[in-house]
């Protein structure tokens, strides 16, 4: 099987220790990525850790595909005990760092511990310094990155680094990398700031030679040549079809419809489209740099996540002022998912739907810790008691769009997550809208044992790519033969590979007393716990949702 080469590097922040490790046994039986970081972190990180104390580690990995040219894989991971949800949770980024973190030789780089001063790390193939950067305090994400292009002549492609939010330990602040992209779910960049690491930057020429089956090209020229309208409005493109059928949050939940939507979707933002944008060595393309000539915004997106959560939830029906709201979160290094639903809960509590002003001003709020934007910066689940609105979040994490009410196999997959009310865990949305050909395709409606089995297998083929490090958006490419042809294996091994990974999380979790009441939605589903008892006896845990005793290999073993 195809898997990562290299060790793990292990970085104390508190002492200034390094150390690395021979982890083969972990890559070869979880080939890369999350699937590797999970492993490292349901053996070293203490059950019982603070998400933000010094036992919390954060690990960045990338995958065995990184070391070649094919499309799709300008990706890296990221993962900790999430801030936001108090589970396990893994995110990843694209961009072009991946390839950078690859150069330095190392499988996975761990930080453990909390600095005394703020540090940037550097992280090369022949060790690592570190840079007190007292003076970076506060700096937003372009500050960040043009300071290390002016003292150390690395572009934004070589850094990960937090902003305000991380800093001021927001509990949805995220990584960000080559400015604008993120490691965006569960509040990873307040697991950074609680270390007191502004940035990291990653440099090398230490590539492994990996062979990649010739089938890679003939997926990086199909990228190349598709025609698909991704590559003109990015996800922005799903916003008719979403509202069409009603999944489109409005109103902080209150519709799935929002009537405005024509002025707010990807028409709009391919209007404001003024270049292609892409990620590390992929020819597909589906990024959105877009400017206002008026206004002066420039940003990249928003994507339909983003239309949504500042669009929709927030009743804005100006395709600016969501730019602006997306440009503000990427440069204060905020979720735009959960810092957008946590404002229209807010706007909700002071009847204030569609002021815009309002809006931008709690945004900078929330990254300060200011104001109100103090108890918005806990996240939805923190403080909806407090507004006297609607708990929407599965573990903590507020939902993204394609709305389970309406997409129920959706729905089930925002339950069962083990990082929360997540579109990305197993994209069952694609199933039900549908995105993928008819035959493969399920009526939205309803929860059959047949959706709650193939629920099981989305999620194992997402931790799959999740491993790779694969985007979402080879789906329609990366297809059962290719996955064998690249992997050098077994399609059904490496589904069960994606398997253990999923395992690992909810065993992790349920050890910090996660179980089915946890597995739960704030609507309800017809047939949704007869669903659930199907979920649990595919993956074979207990009726409570709970991984047997005995089910998870010790470390060693691997």
């Known amino acids: 099987m195809l898997t990562l080469e290299g060790p793990l590097l292990t970085i104390d922040v508190g002492s200034r220790r390094v150390e690395t490790e021979a982890i083969d046994d972990v890559l070869d039986?979880?080939?890369?990525?999350?699937?590797?970081?999970?492993?490292?972190?349901?053996?070293?990180?203490?059950?019982?850790?603070?998400?933000?104390?010094?036992?919390?580690?954060?690990?960045?990995?990338?995958g065995p595909l990184q070391a070649s040219s094919m499309s799709f894989t300008g990706r890296t991971s990221a993962t900790a005990v999430s801030p936001l949800t108090d589970g396990l949770l893994s995110a990843n980024a694209g961009g072009f760092v991946s390839r950078n973190l690859l150069g330095t030789g190392n499988a996975a780089v761990e930080l453990v511990g909390r600095s005394d001063e703020p540090l940037m790390l550097h992280v090369r193939e022949d060790g690592v310094t570190f840079e007190e950067v007292p003076d970076l305090v506060g700096a937003e994400v372009p500050e960040v990155t043009d300071y290390v292009e002016a003292e150390h002549d690395l572009a934004a492609e070589h850094v990960v680094c937090i902003g305000p939010a991380g800093e001021n330990r927001v509990r949805f602040a995220c990584i960000m990398t080559s400015e604008t992209r993120a490691?965006?779910?569960?509040?990873?960049?307040?697991?950074?700031?609680?270390?007191?690491?502004?940035?990291?930057?990653?440099?090398?020429?230490?590539?492994?030679?990996?062979?990649?089956?010739?089938?890679?090209?003939?997926?990086?020229?199909?990228?190349?040549?598709?025609?698909?309208?991704?590559?003109?409005?990015?996800?922005?493109?799903?916003?008719?079809?979403?509202?069409?059928?009603?999944s489109f949050p409005t109103r902080y939940f209150e519709d799935v419809r929002y009537e405005k939507f024509e002025q707010i979707n990807g028409d709009r933002v391919e209007e404001k489209k003024f270049k292609k944008g892409t990620c590390s060595q992929c020819a597909f393309a589906c990024k959105l740099p877009t400017r206002d000539e008026a206004s002066g915004v420039e940003t990249e997106g928003p994507e339909f996540e983003t239309i949504m959560a500042f669009g929709g939830n927030c009743?804005?029906?100006?395709?600016?002022?969501?730019?602006?709201?997306?440009?503000?979160?990427?440069?204060?290094?905020?979720?735009?998912?959960?810092?957008?639903?946590?404002?229209?809960?807010?706007?909700?509590?002071?009847?204030?739907?569609?002021?815009?002003?309002?809006?931008?001003?709690?945004?900078?709020?929330?990254?300060?810790?200011?104001?109100?934007?103090?108890?918005?910066?806990?996240?939805?689940?923190r403080f909806h008691d407090e507004l006297c609105v609607e708990d929407w979040t599965v573990k903590g994490m507020t939902f993204s769009a394609h709305d389970g009410r309406t997409l129920n196999g959706q729905g089930l997959g925002f339950a069962t997550a083990n990082r929360g009310a997540d579109h990305m865990?197993?994209?069952?949305?694609?199933?039900?809208?549908?995105?993928?050909?008819?035959?493969?395709?399920?009526?939205?409606?309803?929860?059959?044992?047949?959706?709650?089995?193939?629920?099981?297998?989305?999620?194992?083929?997402?931790?799959?790519?999740?491993?790779?490090?694969?985007c979402r958006f080879s789906r329609g490419m990366m297809t059962e033969a290719r996955f064998e042809k690249l992997y050098d294996a077994d399609f059904e091994d490496l589904l069960a590979v994606g398997g253990r990974v999923v395992e690992l999380e909810r065993h992790f979790n349920n050890q910090r007393g996660f179980d089915r009441?946890?597995?739960?939605?704030?609507?309800?589903?017809?047939?949704?716990?007869?669903?659930?008892?199907?979920?649990?006896?595919?993956?074979?845990?207990?009726d409570e949702g709970v991984v047997p005793d005995g089910a998870v290999e010790p470390a060693s073993a691997d």
């Open 315 to 381: 009743e804005v029906d100006d395709i600016v002022s969501i730019m602006q709201s997306n440009q503000l979160c990427d440069r204060l290094g905020m979720d735009t998912i959960s810092c957008g639903n946590a404002v229209a809960a807010y706007l909700k509590a002071n009847d204030a739907f569609g002021d815009d002003e309002l809006i931008h001003e709690t945004v900078t709020d929330i990254a300060y810790r200011e104001g109100d934007g103090d108890l918005l910066a806990e996240g939805i689940h």
């Open 517 to 542: 009441s946890d597995d739960d939605l704030p609507y309800e589903l017809p047939d949704f716990e007869t669903a659930l008892d199907t979920y649990y006896e595919t993956r074979g845990w207990t």
């Open 425 to 470: 865990y197993a994209t069952f949305y694609a199933y039900e809208y549908p995105l993928v050909d008819a035959s493969e395709a399920f009526e939205p409606a309803g929860l059959s044992p047949a959706k709650a089995r193939k629920l099981v297998e989305l999620e194992n083929k997402r931790a799959v790519e999740d491993c790779g490090v694969l």
């Open 29 to 62: 039986s979880f080939v890369g990525g999350r699937g590797v970081a999970t492993r490292l972190a349901h053996e070293r990180i203490p059950f019982d850790a603070d998400p933000l104390g010094p036992e919390n580690r954060l690990y960045f990995t990338t």
């Open 183 to 246: 490691f965006g779910r569960g509040g990873l960049g307040a697991v950074m700031g609680s270390k007191n690491v502004k940035a990291i930057t990653f440099d090398g020429d230490a590539i492994p030679d990996v062979e990649v089956d010739a089938e890679a090209a003939e997926i990086h020229r199909e990228a190349a040549t598709s025609d698909h309208i991704m590559k003109r409005q990015g996800t922005s493109s799903v916003t008719d079809l979403a509202n069409e059928i009603g």
